[in-house]
T-cell receptor, first 114, second 115 residues
Framework: GEDVEQSLFLSVREGDSSVINCTYT??????LYWYKQEPGAGLQLLTY?????DMKQDQRLTVLLNKKDKHLSLRIADTQTGDSAIYFC??????????????FGKGTHLIIQP | SAVISQKPSRDICQRGTSLTIQCQVD?????MFWYRQQPGQSLTLIAT?????????ESGFVIDKFPISRPNLTFSTLTVSNMSPEDSSIYLC????????????FGEGSRLTVL
C-alpha cells in the first residue's frame, strides 16, 4: 500500500527557518498536505499543494514538491515558539474507484530552541 | 471550511463494552472518513462511510469490530465493539472541504481510554 515517511524530530533555533521533509510512494497522489497538531489538540490543516505544482507559498510557509522524486517539504520561515508542534505530511491518492482518504506520515516533532 | 462535531469528546470505558461515537457535519457530504490515532502515533484510516452504501474498511479493520452507520449526508456513527486496552485511541471523523481542492477537515476527536 501507499507509504508516507517523515523524520521523527527536528530541532531548530528560534528565528531560524525550519525545513520538514516527507517522501511518499503513491505515484497517483493528487494532493499533498501539511497538518499541524499541537499537544492535546486536533489536526489543523496548514497548507496543501496540487500534484502538478512544484511550489506554493503562504506567508511564512513554503511548500516544495519534487514529483519525480516523490519528495515534499515544508519550510517555516522565522520559526517561533508557537510553531512547536507535530507536523504531519499526508497524501491523497486516486484508486480509480474514486478519491481516497488521506495517508499520513508518522509526524515530525518540531522542537524550538531559545 | 466544514464544521465537524464529535461526541463524546472523551470517555473512559471498561474492557468488553462497546461505545458509539457520533459525528455531525454542518453541510451535506458524500464521503465521511473515520481515523484512529493511537497514543504517540500517526493517523490510520479505519473506513470510508458513504451514504446509502456499506462502509469500505481498510486493511486490518473489520465491520464486526468497527460497525459504521451513515443514515444521511450530515451524520455518521462509529462503534468500537468489545473494547480492549489496545483500542485506547483518539478516533477522528473527517470530511473533504467544499472548495474542490481536496483538503480534509477533522473533528476534534473522541479520546477513548479502555481500562
Amino acid at each position: 500500500g501507499e507509504d508516507v515517511e517523515q523524520s521523527l524530530f527536528l530541532s531548530v533555533r528560534e528565528g531560524d527557518s525550519s525545513v520538514i521533509n516527507c517522501t511518499y510512494t503513491d505515484s497517483s497522489s493528487t494532493y499533498l498536505y501539511w497538518y499541524k497538531q499541537e499537544p492535546g489538540a486536533g489536526l489543523q490543516l496548514l497548507t496543501y499543494i496540487f500534484s502538478n505544482m512544484d511550489m506554493k507559498q503562504d506567508q511564512r510557509l513554503t511548500v516544495l514538491l519534487n514529483k519525480k522524486d516523490k519528495h515534499l517539504s515544508l519550510r517555516i520561515a522565522d520559526t517561533q515558539t508557537g510553531d512547536s508542534a507535530i507536523y504531519f505530511c499526508a497524501e491523497r491518492g486516486y484508486s480509480g474507484g474514486g478519491a481516497d482518504g488521506l495517508t499520513f506520515g508518522k509526524g515530525t516533532h518540531l522542537i524550538i530552541q531559545p | 471550511s466544514a464544521v465537524i462535531s464529535q461526541k463524546p469528546s472523551r470517555d473512559i470505558c471498561q474492557r468488553g463494552t462497546s461505545l458509539t461515537i457520533q459525528c455531525q457535519v454542518d453541510s451535506q457530504v458524500t464521503m465521511m472518513f473515520w481515523y484512529r490515532q493511537q497514543p504517540g502515533q500517526s493517523l490510520t484510516l479505519i473506513a470510508t462511510a458513504n451514504q446509502g452504501s456499506e462502509a469500505t474498511y481498510e486493511s486490518g479493520f473489520v465491520i464486526d469490530k468497527f460497525p459504521i452507520s451513515r443514515p444521511n449526508l450530515t451524520f455518521s456513527t462509529l462503534t468500537v465493539s468489545n473494547m480492549s486496552p489496545e483500542d485506547s485511541s483518539i478516533y477522528l471523523c473527517s470530511v473533504f472541504g467544499m472548495s474542490g481542492t481536496g483538503e480534509l477537515f477533522f473533528g476534534e476527536g473522541s479520546r477513548l481510554t479502555v481500562l
